[in-house]
Nanobody, 121 residues
Framework: QVQLVESGGGLVQAGGSLRLSCVAS??????????MGWFRQASGKEREFVAA????????AYADSVKGRFTISRDLAKNTVFLQMNSLKPEDTAVYYC????????????WGQGTQVTVSS
């Protein structure tokens, strides 16, 4: 089983920055075997993809809405993935979830509990 615990959410003014962290653990978890992703869900909306980072630490993907503002990174040794969020906008307000899927998998079977990010205008 894989456990994911997010932290770093909070209230910030528009234009500000936050850094989210997600620590993964589990008896069989090995960072190099998993793709790590961030998703978000705003109130009344569907959950949406934000960013993902692949086994090669320089390989990542972003939603168009966050490109150039958000950066995903990971520390393989510490089983931790980060989401640096800059130039935050009120529309970035959502619960942010960390997720993990095995290499080659199509779905994310492992999810954290989420952390609230609120951006005030």
């Amino acid at each position: 089983q894989v456990q994911l615990v997010e932290s770093g959410g909070g209230l910030v003014q528009a234009g500000g920055s936050l850094r989210l962290s997600c620590v993964a653990s589990g008896r069989t978890f090995r960072s190099a075997n998993y793709v790590m992703g961030w998703f978000r869900q705003a109130s009344g909306k569907e959950r949406e993809f934000v960013a993902a980072i692949y086994v090669g630490v320089t390989s990542s993907a972003y939603a168009d809405s966050v490109k150039g503002r958000f950066t995903i990174s990971r520390d393989l040794a510490k089983n931790t993935v980060f989401l640096q969020m800059n130039s935050l906008k009120p529309e970035d307000t959502a619960v942010y979830y960390c997720a993990a899927k095995p290499r080659g998998g199509t779905d994310y079977p492992h999810w954290g509990q989420g952390t609230q990010v609120t951006v005030s205008s």
